[in-house]
């Protein structure tokens, strides 16, 4: 047994929204040691430069001062004589509301590991990281509670917590403050709800039951739930949208409007449903790029399109098998999805592959140009996925679907805490499903080439079709700006780009009317593909005109059909692919 030992005291202040921390390292110590503050968190793919919050760094022995000098942008060394025990006190500013960052108010106080805890960084051969930690929480007013999945610390009282090791207390992010807690049993198994913020109309018994359902079906799919208690850490601000995945615990951040129409309460259902697969796909099953966890720097992976987007098609199809939704508003979400991604130049410019390795570089950091050059792993992983599946059912007289990949690759991998190498794509799906998946993969994960969706949607009797289209394009996104209409992004090969129009640009006139933000689409409707325009805008405060041929508008979206002459073989696929009530379904549309 090591005689070293890490302890972290917390308490906030809430008026100035800080996270105070004080952390007692007891030795054998390096002279001097090196402290260093992570980079990022697991699950969200950006170095967060958490060190830059963290302020008035002290260090002492046996309360005497000693010097700590700061050696690079996240690194500490101090320097403590050859002391035993050293005391290492700070603070982190807290003052950002998302699930992977920290928030102090006046009803709480939500911190994560990766943002708030320097650490000793492995010296002379001995890996601190690995050490027990305890974790004491002082709460600004007594009435608040605590919301955590770290577990108590036996013996030492209701507000200390221990973590088995550094990843651990990563892992579990801590809410103390003014909560709703809402309990229920899954297999025997605690979980909760714990809602922070006010919701405008909730109905919590109706969320409760949705949600036992989404664990209970995905926990059919994998066998069983791999933890003694979970919970979901559910924050409600305006305008708020995210997840972020820990082994039993999620925190999810949403509007307080989350619960006023069908639809709103359907994205956070799957947002539950997303957040909770990835207790298995991600935080058990992971890419060997992600295993161990390197705090310090990127960890890279180029299967972030089936992890990530694997679980984004999995969300809303878990809400189907669960029967929280229809099976025709299922393929409308996915038709949904498919537009977004037509509607995605850099879809020709960036394989998912390739979008899923620049993850930390592209996807958190977009620009004006991200939608030429980028592509979303979370938005066509998903559609590559389903699309996939669907031609594993097709290939297998539907006897094998991407379910039996995920199955696999946990019962290989996730449950042995092995990564899966990044080379082996192919092997495992084969490994999986007895089917060769190569020319999938090339074709759909490793290329740029337009995705074949009738092709692969007449696998399951389905085609689609796109909704018809108005006016004429000028191939722009654009944003207000007092009042103004902005190029927010000028789309590649578009008639704006081809006219010399460019992003920042303020729109002014069109054939010399005005237009804002309501008029501007009007205008495009009224006009033709081909026919000429006169656009006036300002570019740096130069007014500037342009001659603009408008070109071909997108769809206004797609539909997911019943394809005319589907087969019989092939609509019983479509109707075990779209779970209970499919049959029914297929019934009435054919």
Same mark, same amino acid.
């Given at each position: 047994?090591?005689?070293?030992?890490?302890?972290? +005291?917390?308490?906030?202040?809430?008026?100035?929204?800080?996270?105070?921390?004080?952390?007692?390292? @007891?030795?054998?110590?390096?002279?001097?040691?090196?402290?260093?503050?992570?980079?990022? $968190?697991?699950?969200?793919?950006?170095?967060?430069?958490?060190?830059?919050?963290?302020?008035?760094?002290?260090?002492?022995?046996?309360?005497?001062?000693?010097?700590?000098?700061?050696?690079?942008?996240?690194?500490?060394?101090?320097?403590?004589?050859?002391?035993?025990?050293?005391?290492?006190?700070?603070?982190?500013?807290?003052?950002?509301?998302?699930?992977?960052?920290?928030?102090?108010?006046?009803?709480?106080?939500?911190?994560?590991?990766?943002?708030?805890?320097?650490?000793?960084?492995?010296?002379?051969?001995?890996?601190?990281?690995?050490?027990?930690?305890?974790?004491?929480?002082?709460?600004?007013?007594?009435?608040?509670?605590?919301?955590?999945?770290?577990?108590?610390? %036996?013996?030492? #009282?209701?507000?200390?917590?221990?973590?088995?090791?550094?990843?651990?207390?990563?892992?579990?992010?801590?809410?103390?403050?003014?909560?709703?807690?809402?309990?229920?049993?899954?297999?025997?198994?605690?979980?909760?709800?714990?809602? &922070?913020?006010?919701?405008?109309?909730?109905?919590?018994?109706?969320?409760?039951?949705?949600?036992?359902?989404?664990?209970?079906?995905?926990?059919?799919?994998?066998?069983?739930?791999?933890?003694?208690?979970?919970?979901?850490?559910?924050?409600?601000?305006?305008?708020?949208?995210?997840?972020?995945?820990?082994?039993?615990?999620?925190?999810?951040?949403?509007?307080?409007?989350?619960?006023?129409?069908?639809?709103?309460?359907?994205?956070?259902?799957?947002?539950?449903?997303?957040?909770?697969?990835?207790?298995?796909?991600?935080?058990?099953?992971?890419?060997? #790029?992600?295993?161990?966890?390197?705090?310090?720097?990127?960890?890279?992976?180029?299967?972030?399109?089936?992890?990530?987007?694997?679980?984004?098609?999995?969300?809303?199809?878990?809400?189907?098998?669960?029967?929280?939704?229809?099976?025709?508003?299922?393929?409308?979400?996915?038709?949904?999805?498919?537009?977004?991604? +037509?509607?995605?130049?850099?879809?020709? @410019?960036?394989?998912?592959?390739?979008?899923?390795?620049?993850? &930390?570089? /592209?996807?958190?950091?977009?620009?004006?140009?991200?939608?030429?050059?980028?592509?979303?792993?979370?938005?066509?992983?998903?559609?590559?996925?389903?699309?996939?599946?669907?031609?594993?059912?097709?290939?297998?007289?539907?006897?094998?679907?991407?379910?039996?990949?995920?199955?696999?690759?946990?019962? %290989?991998?996730?449950?042995?805490?092995?990564?899966?190498?990044?080379?082996?794509?192919?092997?495992?799906?084969?490994?999986? $499903?007895?089917?060769?998946?190569?020319?999938?993969?090339?074709?759909?994960?490793?290329?740029?080439?337009?995705?074949?969706?009738?092709?692969?949607?007449?696998?399951? #009797?389905?085609?689609?079709?796109? /909704?018809?289209?108005?006016?004429?394009?000028?191939?722009?996104?654009?944003?207000?700006?007092?009042?103004?209409?902005?190029?927010?992004?000028?789309?590649?090969?578009?008639?704006?780009?081809?006219? #010399?129009?460019?992003?920042?640009?303020?729109?002014?006139?069109?054939?010399?009317?005005?237009?804002?933000?309501?008029?501007?689409?009007?205008?495009?409707?009224?006009?033709?593909?081909?026919?000429?325009?006169?656009?006036?805008?300002?570019?740096?405060?130069?007014?500037?005109?342009?001659?603009?041929?408008?070109?071909?508008?997108?769809?206004?979206?797609? +539909?997911?059909?019943?394809?005319?002459?589907?087969?019989?073989?092939?609509?019983?696929?479509?109707?075990? &692919?779209?779970?209970?009530?499919?049959?029914?379904?297929?019934?009435?549309?054919?």
């Amino acid at each position: 047994m090591s005689d070293r030992s890490i302890r972290y +005291e917390v308490s906030f202040d809430t008026t100035r929204h800080l996270v105070r921390v004080r952390a007692t390292i @007891a030795g054998p110590l390096p002279e001097p040691l090196t402290l260093q503050m992570p980079a990022w $968190t697991p699950g969200s793919y950006l170095v967060r430069e958490y060190a830059r919050h963290v302020e008035g760094l002290r260090a002492s022995v046996r309360e005497k001062h000693c010097a700590a000098r700061k050696t690079a942008k996240d690194t500490w060394i101090v320097a403590h004589g050859g002391a035993s025990e050293l005391v290492v006190e700070y603070s982190v500013y807290a003052h950002e509301l998302t699930v992977r960052t920290n928030h102090v108010s006046d009803t709480h106080g939500y911190f994560n590991g990766a943002a708030t805890f320097l650490r000793p960084v492995e010296q002379g051969g001995f890996d601190w990281d690995a050490l027990p930690i305890e974790l004491e929480l002082h709460k600004p007013d007594p009435s608040w509670s605590i919301a955590t999945g770290l577990p108590r610390a %036996e013996g030492r #009282g209701e507000n200390v917590f221990r973590a088995k090791d550094f990843d651990q207390l990563v892992d579990c992010p801590v809410d103390v403050g003014v909560h709703e807690r809402h309990e229920f049993v899954v297999e025997n198994k605690p979980h909760a709800i714990v809602l &922070w913020g006010s919701p405008n109309r909730c109905d919590r018994e109706k969320l409760v039951r949705d949600v036992t359902k989404i664990v209970q079906t995905e926990s059919a799919m994998f066998g069983g739930l791999p933890y003694d208690n979970y919970l979901f850490l559910l924050h409600l601000a305006p305008g708020g949208r995210g997840g972020l995945e820990h082994e039993n615990s999620t925190a999810l951040l949403a509007s307080p409007d989350a619960f006023d129409t069908e639809s709103a309460y359907d994205d956070l259902l799957s947002l539950f449903a997303h957040e909770f697969f990835h207790l298995w796909q991600v935080k058990r099953t992971r890419p060997s #790029g992600l295993r161990p966890y390197r705090y310090d720097r990127e960890n890279y992976t180029r299967m972030l399109w089936l992890f990530e987007g694997g679980t984004s098609y999995y969300d809303w199809l878990t809400l189907r098998r669960a029967g929280l939704v229809s099976p025709k508003k299922y393929l409308e979400h996915l038709a949904g999805e498919i537009a977004r991604l +037509e509607d995605t130049p850099g879809r020709f @410019a960036q394989t998912v592959e390739e979008a899923s390795f620049d993850a &930390w570089v /592209k996807l958190y950091r977009p620009d004006e140009h991200s939608v030429n050059s980028t592509v979303s792993y979370y938005l066509k992983g998903e559609i590559v996925c389903a699309l996939i599946d669907l031609e594993l059912r097709a290939r297998s007289k539907g006897s094998k679907s991407l379910d039996d990949v995920i199955q696999y690759v946990w019962r %290989e991998f996730g449950s042995h805490a092995k990564g899966i190498p990044e080379d082996e794509v192919e092997r495992v799906f084969a490994a999986a $499903t007895d089917i060769d998946c190569s020319d999938l993969i090339d074709a759909m994960v490793r290329s740029t080439q337009p995705l074949a969706y009738d092709e692969h949607l007449a696998k399951v #009797g389905l085609t689609l079709r796109a /909704k018809g289209a108005r006016g004429a394009a000028l191939g722009v996104r654009t944003r207000s700006e007092g009042g103004k209409v902005v190029l927010a992004s000028v789309l590649r090969d578009s008639a704006a780009e081809r006219a #010399g129009l460019s992003p920042g640009d303020e729109l002014i006139a069109i054939d010399g009317r005005r237009v804002d933000d309501g008029s501007l689409r009007r205008r495009l409707d009224a006009r033709k593909p081909g026919e000429s325009v006169e656009v006036l805008f300002a570019r740096r405060e130069w007014v500037k005109s342009a001659t603009v041929i408008l070109a071909e508008p997108a769809p206004d979206g797609y +539909e997911i059909l019943p394809a005319t002459h589907a087969s019989d073989a092939s609509k019983a696929l479509g109707a075990a &692919w779209l779970g209970p009530e499919g049959a029914a379904f297929w019934s009435a549309k054919s």
